[in-house]
């Protein structure tokens, strides 16, 4: 194959050069107090990224860091609130009620984000305040939605409610701002493959100084995934309750020494947020039958865009794009599968490349003679005025 494959699902993501040679090189003795030292660093680095208090990493996909959350934080049986904004808040609820907790599944328009009014009935109702809190994701990455934490902080607060909050970063780490500290969230779940521009493999829970603490009162049991000894740890060992992954350490340092590099997390931000809205202007000028999913601007995530296509063979359409141009593009997820398509634009990406993956994209819509206008000029002109306000 001549070329590189454009690769446009919300998650995995392109991996730079610099992370896929941390792959390359050999292990060292993790109890050597070289390892202890850089390791000590960069979960300093972390800790100042995430603006929390520690930060804990597991060697499992988003899907450990969601289970871990629940165990160190909840009683057994308890209940906590969890909008249903789409798949994966689902399946988050699924996974509680599996372990024994109770998950109040707050209804979500799926091209809504979150309404926080609804969350704040439900946290005021609670007066006895039973409740362990709120567990929100932030971009909902089946739908493309993003949550308002802003406005979520004060439905918790308007209600008098000390519960916790809890918020699913999976796909917003390093595509939307997530500022943890400023809005006093207790737990950041994070996962190597989506902004983080890492293979699958490593998920990490940023956690406040309130969650620590709570976990200390937490009976549920748990071994592994406790944050007991990862939090402080003495050993490189007890941080990850195991033999470290020490690649993956290796490839977490130069993701974070990448997102510095281009000028800190706000940059990175801003990219994603100037990369997303030139995608959404390219999906309206395609026009009927393509419409955005996420109908308010501001509900719209950075890091992935859910078109709904009604009408058209999705997945002939994916497939030619991948199979003859090269472009990938990701399936809708759950009820939305078949009638919608997700393009991710998350990562290591820049705006050629973006441009390519929609000239690709549209050449496969040609072949199959889908109707539409080319949304490219619309794309361009999005990437050029710098407008993000559409
Ligand atoms: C990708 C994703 C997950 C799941 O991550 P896995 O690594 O596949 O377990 C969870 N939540 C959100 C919001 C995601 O985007």
Known sequence: MAGRDFVQLPGPTNIPDSILEAFRR????????EFKDYVDDLFDDLTELFGSYRVTAYPSVGHGSWEATLVNLLQPGQRFVIPQAGLFSTRWSDMAEAMGFAPVRMPVDQRRAPDPAQIHDLLAADTNHELAGVFV???ETATGTLADLAAIREAIDAAGHPGLFVVDAIASMATDPVPMAELGIDVVLAASQKGLMMPPGLSLAAVSEKAVTHNATVTTPRYFWSWTERIDPEFVYQRFCGT??????FAL?????????EGGIDAVTSRHKRLATATQAAVRAWGEPFELNVIEPPERASALTCVLADGIDIG????LAREKYHVLVSGAMGDMAGRAFRIGHLGD????MLLGALAGFECAM?????????????????????????
Do not use: W, Y
């Open 137 to 139: 994701a932030h971009t």
């Open 366 to 390: 040609r072949d199959l003679k889908i109707p539409h206008t080319s949304g490219l000029q619309a794309a361009m002109e999005s990437l050029t005025t710098n407008d993000c306000t559409q």
């Open 316 to 319: 002939a359409l994916l497939t």
């Open 244 to 249: 470290p992954p020490i690649q993956h350490l």
């Open 349 to 352: 990406l820049n705006e050629p």
């Open 26 to 33: 050999p292990p060292v003795d993790f109890g050597s107090p």
């Open 253 to 261: 340092r130069a993701s974070v020494d990448h997102i510095a590099a």
